[in-house]
């Protein structure tokens, strides 16, 4: 009987998983090179999937939740995540990231902010374009 709960539970808990999309855009609504949206809080256990809208990028992460498995698609692939920890998650595109082509996942509470946030003041140090964009994507994580 535990074990038909078990599953019952496991069951419901995956019906109520969301996908989110992220584009990966040459231009968007927050300026060139740019994941969009370049915010996005979710839940646990939520997938984001990211789409190469065009041609030229891809995603890896950057900084982590404790526990949590990097990830890094394929040049103009689409490519789904899992994100089963919670904190923030920070990436980047690899051939654009000097032009701060950068985003930010929250996923439940932000567990790892101080970690999250170093790794977006030296991104912004590093990045030649579109300079704050990454800083004001932080900023929306509470």
């Known amino acids: 009987m535990k074990k038909y709960l078990f599953l019952l539970l496991f069951a419901a808990g995956s019906a109520f998983a969301a996908n989110h999309e992220v584009k990966m855009l040459d ?10 949206p370049g915010f996005l809080k979710v839940q ?3 997938t984001v999937t990211f789409k190469p809208t065009n041609k030229g990028h891809w995603v890896q992460s950057k900084a982590l939740p404790k526990g949590a498995k990097e990830f890094l ?3 103009d692939k ?3 995540v ?5 904190g923030v998650y920070v990436y980047t595109c690899p051939p654009h990231r000097t ?7 929250q996923v ?12 977006v003041d030296e991104m912004e140090r590093r990045s030649m374009q579109n300079k704050g964009r990454l ?5 929306q994580v509470k």
């Open 27 to 36: 231009n968007g609504a927050d300026g060139s090179m740019v994941f969009e």
């Open 44 to 46: 646990p256990g939520d």
């Open 73 to 75: 698609s394929a040049e």
């Open 78 to 80: 689409e490519f789904t």
């Open 82 to 86: 899992k994100l089963d920890k919670e």
């Open 99 to 105: 032009m701060n082509m950068n985003g930010i996942i």
């Open 108 to 119: 439940g509470k932000a567990a790892n902010k101080a970690e999250a946030q170093a790794m």
């Open 135 to 139: 800083k004001k994507y932080m900023q």
